[in-house]
């Protein structure tokens, strides 16, 4: 432990921490804190200021404005310190592709000065780990995307770090991939290792989240556990409804009232009540017959919806 970090409190804090790019106000003043052995998110949109503040406390990036505090060091004046406890995943994978799936893992161990026989051990955990035993000895430019999402991820783990930093983990994975990355990332904080995750996939937020903020147009807009966030802004169930044009004119004044909330989307209408097959029931005994019609629970992404007036991926 660094001699600069307190042994207890927040691992990462800020505290009206901003990014500008000339004119561009990327982050704008957001105050937040990450504590020790927990899943944090940012989820927003593609835009809303995640990677920028990602970058901020990877020290990649000089923050603007405001104060930033990261295992109790400043990424302005003690970048080095902080790097060499700290993993990064970043949005594009950036592995060597001529090399093999041991020699990315083994080239980095030489960058963190791991003794060989240590490195040696630590490489075929991690192999093990993100499950590409049977890939060890191959090239990575033949993996699919998950395999690759799987090494790099086991690539920012090569130095032991206190905190790992994911952007977007799963952009571009098929479902099946993104359960498997799921799944390790669940299990590195079984071990107490702290993840701070980007994300603009509401069940990736959902699945993975302890707490997470809210983002949109370089602010924090909310802050909670998802299940808090959806019991504050949303209704427990949401009916959704896909109307002909015709109907949807018609049924436009009667459906208004028929919820707590209506939101009407260019290809669907959403309906937030306590219970959605008793709306549904209203509206098919007044004669208003929808194309589609689901009663869901709500998710994260009602909940940015509330928010901003927009959807989450637009």
Not at 254 to 269: H, I, N, Q, S, T
Request: glycine fraction near 8%; hydrophobic fraction near 40%; proline fraction near 4%.
């Amino acid at each position: 432990m660094s001699k600069t970090e307190p042994s207890s409190g927040p691992l990462i804090s800020a505290r009206g921490l901003s990014k500008t790019f000339e004119s561009l106000v990327a982050v704008d003043g957001i105050d937040f804190d990450v504590q020790r052995g927990e899943v944090f998110g940012f989820l927003g949109p593609n835009g809303a200021g995640k990677t920028s503040t990602m970058r901020m406390i990877g020290c990649t990036s000089p923050r603007t404005g405001g104060s930033l505090q990261v295992m109790g060091m400043d990424p302005a004046t003690e970048s080095a310190e902080i790097k060499a406890r700290l993993g990064v995943v970043p949005q594009t994978d950036n592995l060597d592709i001529e090399l093999t799936v041991r020699e990315n893992l083994e080239m980095y161990a030489r960058y963190f000065d791991v003794p060989k026989d240590i490195a040696k051990q630590r490489v075929d955990e991690l192999i093990d780990f993100v499950q590409l035993g049977d890939k060890a000895v191959g090239k990575v430019e033949p993996l699919s995307g998950g395999m690759k999402r799987r090494l790099t991820i086991a690539r920012a783990l090569v130095n032991q770090p206190d905190l790992l930093l994911l952007d977007e983990p799963t952009t571009g994975l098929d479902p099946q991939a993104r359960h498997l990355v799921w799944d390790r990332l669940y299990r590195l904080k079984q071990r107490g290792v702290t993840l701070v995750v980007t994300t603009h996939y509401m069940d990736e937020a959902e699945q993975l989240c302890d707490r997470l903020v809210v983002m949109d147009k370089a602010k924090i807009v909310a802050e909670g556990s998802p299940r808090e966030l959806i019991s504050r802004y949303s209704t427990r169930e949401v009916l959704e409804l896909r109307l002909s044009d015709e109907v949807r004119e018609r049924s436009r004044h009667f459906l208004d009232g028929l919820a707590e909330r209506v939101e009407w989307l260019p290809d669907r209408v959403l309906l937030y009540a306590g219970s959605g097959e008793t709306v549904l029931t209203k509206i098919t005994d007044s004669g208003i017959h929808p194309d589609s019609a689901l009663v869901r629970r709500a998710t994260l992404e009602d909940v940015f919806l509330t928010l901003t007036g927009r959807s989450l991926v637009e």
